[in-house]
């Protein structure tokens, strides 16, 4: 795929969550049709596309089929089986390119990939045993924060280590799984920067947002953040290093611990990020149209804001209250048409602009 | 319906063109499904929508098959024929109700309306027969312009008739139906002002946009119109007399001129407006937005913009240069996923921001 890709082209999307959905209501707003795929039938996304197809990932014909349909592919989550993937990009291409994903799946090859793009991240040590457990406790010290290498989000598959927590307990409630132990970061705030890099290499950067979780899961993003602008700098290389050390095309988040004005790469996440979601009304192009602009190849667009914003999830219950937050003109309330409403289940988010400098 | 639909409800969609498109992205960001009913297949709304149903028009059972599945109706364009909306009606609300497209629909009958809500039009003849228009040009002079009643939009079911037009050609040329004969307005400018309003009367309405056409097509739209605050008042007072005479639920355009600072009201359009697209972009709550509040019976968003913007119109081959448009990082596009791109046909548009108060 060389050239951009016109209006009228089929994009596909692997996942058809909230990220699918936006995804394909930015794509719409550019002229493009979308096809999503996901086991679940009817989903978030699903009910914002063109066509949408129901079948397990590892069902390699059903991928095939709905790539055939496909000008190129993308995903909204980085956990995509590989066989599945694999089975896309036989029909067309998928942006980003199996080596985001590959570099991101796995969080000790991601801490390695980190320090190799020039970046600093926690100490931290390769763990398959508890002999391996006890010899990384030994040099990080606790606390420290045992987690599965792969499929961990939102604060699952991850323990701290404290003083007076047993070890054999510890490893067998992880699942006796490859881990990564990692040191605790003193920070004393958590930051964040969405970037957007092009095939041809041109990437677009968004102001820094600054991120406050509950109970592992994102609660607050406000952005722009207030850094010096050494740190601004600092985390626009970082984002550089990291967008061209993937050869990523499309958007990717990093997230970084704020320490004494140092920055330390805590994650990076492959795709459109819930810490970019600000963006959606307070830039003159979201997260969602910049990531499918890079997708079908066209130029990036803009990513300075014309407002500051304040983005809260709604988890679970929040949702009851919606009469009340729709009736709050200051804010612009998105919702994700989730119909069960489970306790840590992210349904939708508020956006509060302000003007910016104040 | 007297409580506000919850997040997840239906909303059917009468139309399925640009409007309803837009229409149905606003509503998927609040969390609701959008079904649309279009005779054209696979429109631009029902590519976004969560379900679609292609019938005619007069297809009485169609109509009610698709309303018997919604919570609540409303349609993007004004000439839905009334048995389509009698049938729409007898299974769900339809919201505006029948008497904004009433009012509306027949251009003397919206001129007499306007009149009677107290507000200002050119002068105007009602014309059955040659001899009408012979009257009705001894009074109201030449050029003046016969329009049909019925039917007519972007420029066309209308004839300018200058001093050397002859009367039984122009007549006959309208196909000798019913018509309305038109004063020429010695205008400065034309304006316009999109409003909303709520089921309880709540009204909100964005600040005055000036228009300009060519070839009877609307092209460029500024906002917010440079107007002094008498003018800005006046606008108001007759978008509040318009709203509350129709007795209308949703957003709805009135479109002026600008004559020595009077406003003389030159049409209303019963929907979202071409002259309202500048709100996706420079106000956080856009007019699709704002409409599904009104439909839905939720309360109605902010009108204030964020931004200036200018809106131009994407019309025919305008499109055949999305490349260098979607490279202009300044602009905003959106495109309708229309795939031919006949002549004087709307495919897309550019908001472009500007700081306000510039």
Known sequence: MDNPLPPGSVIGILGGGQLGRMLALSASRLGFDTHIFDPAPNGPAARVAARSWAAPWDDDGAVEHFASKCDAITFEFENIPASALAAAASKAPVRPGRRSLELTQDRLIEKQFIRDAGCQTVDFADVNSISDLEAGLSRLGRP????????????????????????????????????????????????????????????????????????????????????????????????????????????????????????????????????????????????????????????????????????????GGDVTNWQGLASDAATCLHLYGKTEARAGRKMGHINRLFPLND
Not at 201 to 219: D, F, Q, T
Not at 237 to 261: C, K, N, P, T, Y
């Open 144 to 315: 420290a924060i045992l987690k599965t290498r792969r499929f961990g989000y939102d604060g699952k598959g991850q323990i701290v280590i404290r003083d007076e927590t047993d070890l054999e307990t510890a490893w067998r409630d992880l699942g006796e799984q490859p881990a990564i132990l990692e040191a605790f970061s003193p920070f004393q705030r958590e930051l964040s920067i969405v970037a957007a890099r092009a095939a041809n290499g041109e990437m677009a950067i968004y102001p820094l947002a600054e991120n406050s979780h509950e109970g592992g899961i994102l609660r607050l993003s406000k952005a722009p953040a207030h850094v010096d602008s050494a740190t601004e700098n600092s985390a626009i290389e970082i984002a550089r290093a990291i967008g061209a050390g993937l050869g990523h095309i499309g958007v990717f988040a990093v997230e970084l611990f704020d320490v004494d004005g140092q920055l330390i790469v805590n994650e990076i996440a492959p795709r459109v990020h819930n810490t970019g979601h600000w963006t959606m009304d307070a830039c003159a192009c979201s997260q969602f149209e910049q990531h499918m602009r890079a997708v079908a190849g066209w130029s990036l667009g803009d990513t300075i804001p014309h407002s500051a914003c304040e983005m809260t999830n709604l988890i």
